[in-house]
């Protein structure tokens, strides 16, 4: 007889569930605390330990950084915005930082047996690998719209990015696995 929980280990995907729901929603709860908009707006949370304004200039940075390097002149006007000269521009929202994404990643390498060391190591890795996917994501989009490459109705720019953004976490997870079962293996 067939027994699902043999082969699928409910404990930890509802570990994973949690923890995914968690980050996510707290990335965004805590948006609205640093947003001077918000009802529940704390200044002290929002010059110091703004995580999400971090991300966002890091990636119109490195965003900026690879425009320029294709040959699109832009450059960074405000905390939202990329330029060109002629007017082209793209404004980063809140999900366009990929926090979904990273969430993912780092519920998975968290919800796994390794020494903490091991997942510090493993989640920065993935992190950083999103964070260069979405840098290049805006980047690319900068310049096809700067050189008004023809559009397609059928997938947006977000969907796109995601589905490049969990191929590469697919590929993390199956790096990951395969270093935890040595590390299990070793540690027994």
Known sequence: MFSITHH??????????????????????????VSPEGQFYSPFLDHYLNYIH???????????????????????????????????????????????????????????????????????????IIWFLNCCKIALLLISLNKNWRTYNTIDQHDMFNIVAYVFIFILMYLYSKDNKRYTRVAT
């Open 54 to 128: 971090w991300i966002r200039i890091s990636i119109l940075y490195g965003s900026n950084f690879i425009a320029n390097a294709f040959g699109t002149p832009s450059y960074v006007a405000g905390s939202q915005l990329i330029k060109v000269a002629n007017g082209t521009e793209v404004e980063i929202w809140l999900p366009c930082l990929g926090l979904g994404v990273m969430s993912c990643w780092i519920s998975f390498v968290i919800t796994h047996h390794h020494a903490w060391r091991k997942k510090i190591i493993w989640c920065l890795t993935g992190i950083l």
């Open 8 to 33: 699928f280990d409910i404990t930890w995907f509802i570990k994973f569930i949690i923890i995914v729901l968690l980050l996510y929603y707290f990335s965004i709860a805590f948006n609205g605390i």
